[in-house]
Structure formats: structure tokens, C-alpha cells
């Protein structure tokens, strides 16, 4: 097991920026891909965001390129989106997901972020 605790969002004004972090604490030696997901208000489904591997690889979303960056502190246990040009539309409750081998998957409980003027 895995448990997941997030922080970093709130209220922003558009242009602005937001790190969001996810401390990880548990078996964590299971883990081999960390991803930030979000979910919009009244939305079905949470997006992917931006993804990283246990080996190093990332990848983001269309929306995220060039404005958000994921990485990691080890030593922390930690796994950070530094979200920068914020926008109106990256309005939206951001989940963290560790998936662990076997397929497991765990999320955190979201933190709200909210870009508006």
C-alpha cells in the first residue's frame, strides 16, 4: 500500500503559477509511474496531466506542454507539478496517482486549483 497526500493548490490569478506536491509515504519500492490527473467541475472523467516513470520518462498532455513540469525528490518522497501561464480553463481538482507493479493503483484526495481573476 501506498497513501498519498497533496498540497499546493488555490486560488490564482490568470498568468500565474502553482506547485502542487504529493507526498508519498508506504512501499513504495512498488512504485513505477507517478502521474497528476485533474478533474474539471461536473467532469466524467479525470485527464491525464503529466506522467513520469520510475526510470525518468515523462509525459504531458497537450494543454500542459511548455506551461507544466512534474519531477521528483527522492529524498522527500515527493512528487511535485510545477504549473506555470495558468489559465481560466486549468481550473479544476488535480489528483495524484501512483500505479505500483501488479497494477495497483492509488490516488490522493485532490487539492482544488482555481484560476480566475
Known amino acids: 500500500q501506498v497513501q498519498l497526500v497533496e498540497s499546493g493548490g488555490g486560488l490564482v490569478q490568470p498568468g500565474g503559477s502553482l506547485t502542487l506536491s504529493c507526498a508519498a509515504s508506504g512501499r513504495l519500492f512498488q512504485v513505477y509511474h507517478m502521474g497528476w490527473y485533474r478533474q474539471v467541475p461536473a467532469g466524467i472523467e479525470r485527464e491525464l496531466v503529466a506522467e513520469e516513470t520510475i526510470g525518468g520518462s515523462t509525459n504531458y498532455a497537450d494543454s500542459a506542454k511548455g506551461r507544466f513540469t512534474i519531477y521528483r525528490d527522492s529524498a522527500k518522497n515527493t512528487v511535485y507539478l510545477q504549473m506555470n501561464s495558468l489559465k481560466p480553463e486549468d481550473t479544476a481538482v488535480y489528483y495524484c496517482?501512483?500505479?505500483?507493479?501488479?497494477?495497483?493503483?492509488?490516488w490522493g484526495q485532490g487539492t482544488q486549483v482555481t484560476v480566475s481573476s
Open positions: 496517482r501512483f500505479t505500483l507493479y501488479g497494477g495497483v493503483i492509488q
